[in-house]
């Protein structure tokens, strides 16, 4: 009996082992596709451009300000005469199905709101009062190269109440298929190129950071550029963006 008890007190192991082997590999599988951690609020100008894996950037909400005919602003200069330290946006779209492949053809829509806080096709309400219904400003849509990259020239974002300064980008196939709604965040503290700008006019006065933006709190890291450069010489962010496609 004791030997029978001991084989089968083996087979339960075996399976147990088995069980919870899998129970690992789904949660690794799943955390491939979000985000886990944030990142400091403080540190170097540098953020992830490149984690070396295929992990999918998080989705994050499209609104509240998306662009109503993103097909219609095919420009890689999107200022359309905002002002601002001027700001070069490098976006690589990498498929996430193909081992991280550089995926071409894609569509990338990017949009923001201007150094005061404000987005274009919008306005006259409570949420943001200054009325810009009618302008299409730090809007645009381009299509990746044989390298996944997109380049946008625009300015620096500002800021409004309760955001992270941040970029909303819409990442389609070319056949105009969504396939991946984010955000890019930028790196903060000393000497980054957020303590530069400072706000703009605004200054930094009740800025909401990464760690307790409703968007960002949950973690960033696959979402955080680096941003590289000057208020004089202008600014250069880039980052990489897996996606499934």
């Known amino acids: 009996m004791e030997r029978k008890n001991f084989l089968k007190s083996l087979v339960i192991g075996a399976v147990s082992t088995s069980a919870l082997v899998e129970a690992c590999k789904k949660d690794t599988d799943t955390a491939t596709t979000t985000t886990t951690s944030g990142s400091s609020s403080s540190g170097s100008s540098s953020g992830s451009t490149d984690s070396g894996t295929c992990s999918v950037v998080p989705t994050e909400t499209e609104g509240p300000y998306p662009t109503h005919s993103p097909a219609s602003y095919v420009r890689s200069d999107i200022t359309d005469g905002r002002t601002g330290y001027k700001l070069t946006v490098n976006i690589t779209i990498k498929n ?10 894609a569509l990338v829509d990017i949009w923001h709101c201007d150094a005061e806080g404000n987005y274009s096709e919008y306005g006259g309400s409570g949420t943001q009062s200054t009325n810009y219904t009618s302008v299409h400003f730090l809007r645009g849509r381009q299509t990746t190269d044989s390298n996944g990259l997109v380049t946008f020239t625009s300015i620096f974002p500002g800021w409004y109440t309760g955001r992270a300064t941040h970029i909303h980008v ?32 605004k200054g930094m006065s009740g800025y909401t950071y990464n760690a307790t933006d409703g968007v960002f709190s949950d973690g960033y890291t696959l979402e955080l550029a680096t941003v590289t450069g000057s208020t004089t010489a202008g600014f250069v962010l880039a980052i990489s963006f897996s996606v499934p496609a």
């Open 96 to 105: 996430s199905n193909n081992s991280c492949a550089a995926l071409s053809s």
């Open 170 to 201: 819409h990442v389609y196939n070319s056949s105009g298929t969504s396939l991946k709604v984010t955000q890019i965040a930028f790196p903060e503290g000393t000497g980054t190129a957020l303590a530069a700008v400072s706000g703009y006019s």
